[in-house]
C-alpha cells in the first residue's frame, strides 16, 4: 500500500504531465496557472485512496483522479468569477489575473478536458464512471445555483443548507470514493459503503471550511477573512444566528451581512465575533462532529486493514483542520 506521500506524488506528476496546446496561449496558460497553485488535492487523493483499499494497482485509476481534479478546479475558476473573488490559495484568482472572458474560457475547455481524462480510462465500468460523473456534474451546478441564490433569500432553512453543500462540495467526494472503489472492482454494496462515507466526509469537510472562514485570519485562509459574511453566504452558522432572538450581537451580524465591500472590517470583526457569542460557531462543530462520526461508522463496516486506516486518518484530519 502507498503512504499519503507517495499517492500526492502521483497526483503532482499526473497533473505536471498533461499536455496543454500552446496556442491560443491565452486560453491555455490560466489553466496551467490554476492546476499549478498548490493545493491539498484532496479529491484525487479520494480517488486513489479508495482504489487501494481494494486493488493496489493504481495505473487504472491515476486518470480518473487527475480528471476529477481538473473538474474541480474548472468550478473553482467559475466560482471566483461569480463571487468576484480576487484571491484563491494566496494567488490572484484568474479573472483577476486576465479578465472574465478569458477565465469564463478557460473553464469550460478545462470541463471538456476532464472528460477527455476519462476518456482515457480502458475499464469495464467506464460507462458507469462517466454515467456518475454527468449526474455529479449536474449536481455541483445545482448545488453553486443554490448557494448564490441563497445570498438574496431572506429565510434559508438549515434543509436548504444541507441540500446546496451536499451539491456544491459533498457529492464530488462521494463520487471520488465511489469511482476509485467501482473501478478496483468493489461489489455493489461496498461501493454504496464508500459513497456513504465519501458523503459524510464531504459535509464534514464543508462546514469545517465554513468554521474556517470564520476562525482563520486572512494569511492562513489566502483571502480576506470573514470575506463569506460579507458577501452574504447562508453558512450553517449564520442561518443558525438569525434563527435566535434579537440581540445586540444579531444586530451586529444583519450589519455586515451581504454588505460585500462596503463592509469595513470593523464590521466583519463585530459580526465574527457575534457568531461566536451567539453560539453559532459551537453548533457548527457539533454538526460536523456528526458527519465525522457518521463517515467512521460507514468505515466500520468494511474489514480492518492499512488502507482503511489511512481512511480514518483522513476522516480524523477533516476535524483538525482548526484544532
Given at each position: 500500500?502507498?503512504?499519503?506521500?507517495?499517492?500526492?506524488?502521483i497526483?503532482?506528476?499526473?497533473?505536471?504531465n498533461l499536455d496543454?496546446?500552446?496556442?491560443?496561449?491565452l486560453?491555455?496558460?490560466?489553466?496551467?496557472?490554476?492546476?499549478?497553485?498548490?493545493?491539498?488535492r484532496?479529491?484525487?487523493?479520494?480517488?486513489?485512496?479508495?482504489?487501494?483499499?481494494?486493488?493496489?494497482?493504481?495505473e487504472?485509476?491515476?486518470?480518473?483522479?487527475?480528471?476529477?481534479?481538473?473538474?474541480?478546479?474548472?468550478?473553482?475558476?467559475?466560482?471566483?468569477?461569480?463571487?468576484?473573488?480576487?484571491?484563491r490559495?494566496?494567488?490572484p484568482t484568474?479573472?483577476?489575473?486576465?479578465?472574465?472572458?478569458?477565465?469564463?474560457?478557460?473553464?469550460?475547455?478545462m470541463?471538456?478536458?476532464?472528460?477527455?481524462?476519462?476518456?482515457?480510462?480502458?475499464?469495464?465500468?467506464?460507462?458507469?464512471?462517466?454515467?456518475?460523473?454527468?449526474?455529479?456534474?449536474?449536481?455541483?451546478?445545482?448545488?453553486?445555483?443554490?448557494?448564490?441564490e441563497?445570498?438574496?433569500?431572506i429565510?434559508?432553512?438549515?434543509?436548504?443548507?444541507?441540500?446546496?453543500?451536499?451539491?456544491?462540495?459533498?457529492?464530488?467526494?462521494?463520487?471520488?470514493?465511489e469511482v476509485?472503489?467501482?473501478?478496483?472492482?468493489?461489489?455493489?454494496?461496498t461501493?454504496?459503503?464508500?459513497?456513504?462515507?465519501?458523503?459524510?466526509?464531504?459535509?464534514?469537510?464543508?462546514?469545517?471550511?465554513?468554521?474556517?472562514?470564520?476562525l482563520s485570519?486572512?494569511d492562513?485562509?489566502?483571502?480576506?477573512a470573514?470575506?463569506?459574511?460579507?458577501?452574504?453566504?447562508?453558512?450553517?452558522?449564520?442561518?443558525?444566528?438569525l434563527?435566535?432572538?434579537?440581540?445586540?450581537?444579531?444586530?451586529?451580524?444583519?450589519?455586515?451581512?451581504?454588505?460585500?465591500?462596503?463592509?469595513?472590517?470593523?464590521q466583519?470583526?463585530?459580526?465574527?465575533l457575534?457568531?461566536?457569542?451567539?453560539?453559532?460557531?459551537?453548533?457548527a462543530?457539533?454538526?460536523?462532529?456528526?458527519?465525522h462520526?457518521?463517515?467512521?461508522?460507514?468505515?466500520?463496516?468494511?474489514?480492518?486493514?492499512?488502507?482503511?486506516?489511512?481512511?480514518?486518518?483522513l476522516?480524523?484530519?477533516?476535524?483538525k483542520?482548526?484544532?
Open positions: 500500500m502507498k503512504d499519503l506521500a507517495s499517492l500526492l506524488e497526483i503532482e506528476n499526473g497533473i505536471e496543454y496546446p500552446d496556442n491560443p496561449d486560453l491555455y496558460n490560466p489553466i496551467r496557472y490554476i492546476m499549478g497553485v498548490p493545493g491539498k484532496i479529491r484525487p487523493l479520494l480517488v486513489l485512496m479508495a482504489h487501494q483499499l481494494f486493488d493496489e494497482n493504481l487504472k485509476a491515476i486518470s480518473s483522479a487527475i480528471a476529477i481534479e481538473h473538474f474541480h478546479n474548472f468550478t473553482l475558476l467559475h466560482d471566483d468569477i461569480m463571487d468576484n473573488a480576487p484571491l490559495r494566496g494567488r484568474v479573472h483577476e489575473k486576465w479578465n472574465n472572458n478569458i477565465a469564463i474560457l478557460s473553464g469550460d475547455v470541463m471538456i478536458q476532464a472528460y477527455q481524462l476519462l476518456l482515457e480510462v480502458d475499464h469495464k465500468n467506464l460507462r458507469q464512471v462517466l454515467d456518475v460523473f454527468s449526474k455529479t456534474a449536474i449536481k455541483v451546478c445545482e448545488g453553486q445555483q443554490l448557494d448564490i441563497f445570498e438574496d433569500r429565510a434559508v432553512s438549515e434543509e436548504d443548507y444541507f441540500e446546496m453543500i451536499e451539491g456544491k462540495t459533498a457529492v464530488m467526494f462521494l463520487t471520488c470514493a476509485g472503489s467501482r473501478m478496483a472492482g468493489a461489489d455493489d454494496e461501493i454504496q459503503c464508500m459513497a456513504d462515507w465519501g458523503l459524510a466526509v464531504g459535509l464534514c469537510f464543508q462546514l469545517m471550511d465554513d468554521l474556517i472562514d470564520v485570519d486572512s492562513t485562509l489566502g483571502k480576506p470573514g470575506s463569506d459574511l460579507a458577501q452574504g453566504k447562508r453558512t450553517l452558522m449564520v442561518i443558525h444566528a434563527s435566535q432572538s434579537d440581540s445586540g450581537e444579531l444586530d451586529n451580524l444583519k450589519a455586515v451581512l451581504g454588505k460585500g465591500e462596503d463592509a469595513t472590517q470593523e466583519i470583526d463585530l459580526g465574527l457575534a457568531l461566536n457569542k451567539i453560539g453559532s460557531v459551537d453548533y462543530k457539533k454538526k460536523a462532529e456528526m458527519y462520526s457518521k463517515a467512521h461508522a460507514c468505515l466500520d463496516r468494511l474489514p480492518d486493514s492499512p488502507a482503511i486506516l489511512a481512511l480514518r486518518e476522516t480524523d484530519y477533516q476535524l483542520r482548526i484544532s
